[in-house]
Nanobody
Framework: QVQLVESGGGLVQPGESLRLSCAAS????????SGWYRQAPGKQRELVAVFPSIGRITYAESVKGRFTISRDSATKMVLQMNSLKPEDTAVYYCNLEYANGRVYWGQGTQVTVSS
């Protein structure tokens, strides 16, 4: 059974940083597309960053230059978030996509940016 568990969320002030982690069990990130998404209250879930199985990493325009997606290992994906803004407040989810179209999601981790 594939499981994804996010961690690292919290309450920070504008301008500070957070490092989110996504740990996979029952599978790994090798040769698969994976990414980070977020959902703010009253809004639809949106893409933050995607680490494709092939091709270039993609970032949402709103986070370019501030966020970095990476894979620390075959089973750990990271989102480094710098210069956080209040509009980055949301629940952040990681996902893992198989080539057959099946997608797995984590339970989410809350990020709140407020002074």
């Amino acid at each position: 059974q594939v499981q994804l568990v996010e961690s690292g969320g919290g309450l920070v002030q504008p301008g500070e940083s957070l490092r989110l982690s996504c740990a996979a069990s029952g599978s790994n990130f090798n040769f698969k597309t994976s990414g980070w998404y977020r959902q703010a209250p009253g809004k639809q879930r949106e893409l933050v960053a995607v680490f494709p199985s092939i091709g270039r990493i993609t970032y949402a325009e709103s986070v370019k230059g501030r966020f970095t997606i990476s894979r620390d290992s075959a089973t750990k994906m990271v989102l480094q978030m710098n210069s956080l803004k209040p509009e980055d407040t949301a629940v952040y989810y990681c996902n893992l996509e198989y080539a057959n179209g099946r997608v797995y999601w984590g339970q989410g981790t809350q990020v709140t940016v407020s002074s």
